[in-house]
């Protein structure tokens, strides 16, 4: 493009142009970063899975759900790092929210170590370490109204329903907290129901954009 | 009488990319690049000029090794664009 001089009908009209431009710029980062997180969360899941089925259930392999943020952010880091970059109002609200879930979701855990740590026996009459039971129930709900809010935030119906149906799912995980399996089942279809098939589907609709 | 239009502004490739940051809080060059379709050359002297008017801030940074220029509109710029769009508005007798 050259810095030729313009009438003002063609300024106006660059101008326009332009915004809308700017303004539909969705590549598949929105997508992808809901595959990266939910397939990160369902292989963490299925590898805890295979420790069970070869070591026997101990809640201590429970600790490897840590892998989840450390393994999404580095494959994300991995994936975005390069590609040209602009940052929006839109970006800016998302990843001020998304902060917020991991300092909760990552924050939680450590605290109730801390709670067992600081040797308190009963809180409320529950044992120290039963309150981890709640812990699946917790983060799913924090992580599945995220996902709604990404989703009222973006405008994008399938992210919207994802989250609402994690938020059940987490509700479900409440009801038969006394089981260890059920907890990992949740975690094999939360992801897949609240974060990989909206992931797709925002993938193919960007594409259907593009292609238009 | 006509006031006259903003001569930083009142060229293609200028005004292409003000037209950009002021939907965004920061842009990259690769993204201004891409959208406006210029030639890197090209891109690098008009962004050079825009900054040197107060209209755009440009900051260098790196990711891992590799150097990123990242543009934002300042204040100045934003009100430059805006009393631009006004006049453009009386010269095409939308107002």
Known sequence: ?212 | MFKELDPVLHAELRLSVVSILITVIEADFTFLKEKTGASSGNLSIQLDRLEKSGYIEIRKEFVGKRPRTVCSITDIGRDAFHQYVEVLKEYLHLK
């Open chain 1, 1 to 212: 493009m050259e810095t030729k001089k313009l009438t003002s009908q063609e300024s106006l009209d660059l101008i326009v142009s332009m915004m809308q431009n700017s303004k539909s710029n969705l590549d598949n980062r929105g997508g992808n970063a809901f595959i990266i997180w939910g397939v990160t969360t369902l292989m963490v899941t299925l590898l805890i899975l295979l420790f069970q089925f070869v070591w026997g259930m101990n809640p201590i392999f429970n600790w490897m759900y840590m892998l989840i943020p450390i393994v999404g952010s580095v494959w994300q880091r991995m994936v975005f790092g390069n590609r040209p970059r602009v940052y929006t109002q839109i970006d800016k609200i998302i990843k001020q929210l998304w902060q917020i879930i991991l300092i909760v979701t990552v924050g939680m855990p450590l605290l109730f170590t801390l709670i067992i740590f600081a040797d308190l026996d009963t809180l409320n009459g529950i044992e120290g370490s039963r309150i981890f039971i709640i812990l699946p129930f917790v983060e799913v709900l924090v992580v599945s109204i995220g996902i709604a809010i990404t989703g009222a935030i973006i405008d994008f119906k399938p992210s919207k329903i994802g989250g609402l149906v994690g938020v059940v799912l987490s509700i479900i995980s409440l009801l038969s907290i006394e089981s260890m399996s059920s907890s990992l089942f949740l975690f094999i279809l939360w992801p897949i129901v609240s974060m990989i098939i909206p992931g797709i589907k925002l993938n193919m609709y960007i594409k259907s954009l593009r292609d238009v």
